[in-house]
């Protein structure tokens, strides 16, 4: 059972460089989420997604992209990477939002990025 | 301003003793509360979560929180911990939105032998 995969695990980019994560689950989650998270900063959520076709920004959204094309991808875009978008970032799909009892987030193990 | 704050960055306890970890928010109503886990190297995993009703919950692995509406607070308990209980602790609470969740900075959970 796969869950949440993400892919790469690890990444080092140069400024001014482009990459895209992928997201992928088989859980045939409709509400997919991106988030980054730095040390002593908690996560924060870049964007996330309701449904297939469907994309929305979240307290970090400057500098990203999403498309989520597929029910089960949810791709994550940097068109001009920075240093400041060195972070280790999260992908996590619930089944319905965190407000009723069937949204737990299930995360991804996560994607490793350093812009130099 | 809505905020969740775990006031400590790191917990040392021995293995075996009991555990507090800490959680507050600051917010106009209830909100939802949760508790996730992250191991080293892994995603996070939830372990609990109060939405209403019963202050005290319980989760997976023998942890429990108690809500306190007077202290606006959610610390998460555990009377007796085990060494694979050593990772980092994520409070997160549910308030305005129905999709964003608000994190706190984590506590990280060191067990000594």
């Known amino acids: 059972n796969a869950g949440v995969t993400q892919t790469p695990k690890f990444r080092v980019l140069k400024t001014g460089q482009s990459m895209t994560l992928l997201c992928a689950q088989d859980?045939?989650?409709?509400?997919m989420y991106w988030y980054r998270q730095d040390p002593g900063m908690g996560l924060r959520l870049i964007h996330y997604?309701?449904?297939?076709?469907?994309?929305a920004k979240g307290e970090v959204p400057d500098g990203y992209n999403v498309s989520r094309l597929k029910k089960q991808n949810f791709l994550l875009g940097l068109e001009s990477a920075a240093p400041s978008q060195t972070s280790v970032y999260f992908c996590?799909?619930?089944?319905?939002?965190?407000?009723?009892?069937?949204?737990?987030?299930?995360f991804g193990e996560g994607s490793r990025l350093t812009v130099l | 301003a809505q905020s969740v704050t775990q006031p400590d960055i790191h917990i040392t306890v021995s293995e075996g003793a009991s555990l507090e970890l800490r959680c507050n928010y600051s917010?106009?109503?209830?909100?939802?509360l949760f508790w996730y886990v992250q191991s080293p190297g892994q995603g996070l995993q939830l372990l609990l979560k109060?939405?209403?009703?019963d202050t005290l919950v319980q989760g997976i692995k023998g942890f429990e929180a108690e809500f306190k509406r007077s202290q606006s607070s959610f610390n998460l308990r555990k009377p007796s911990v085990h060494w694979s209980d050593a990772a980092e602790y994520f409070c997160?609470?549910?308030?305005?939105?129905?999709?964003?969740?608000?994190w706190g900075a984590g506590t990280k959970l060191i067990i000594k032998p």
């Open positions: 997604s309701v449904g297939e076709g469907t994309t």
């Open positions: 996590a799909s619930s089944y319905s939002t965190p407000r009723v009892t069937t949204g737990e987030l299930f």
């Open positions: 917010y106009g109503a209830t909100p939802y």
């Open positions: 859980m045939n989650h409709e509400y």
């Open positions: 997160a609470g549910s308030m305005d939105s129905n999709y964003q969740l608000i």
């Open positions: 109060y939405f209403s009703g």
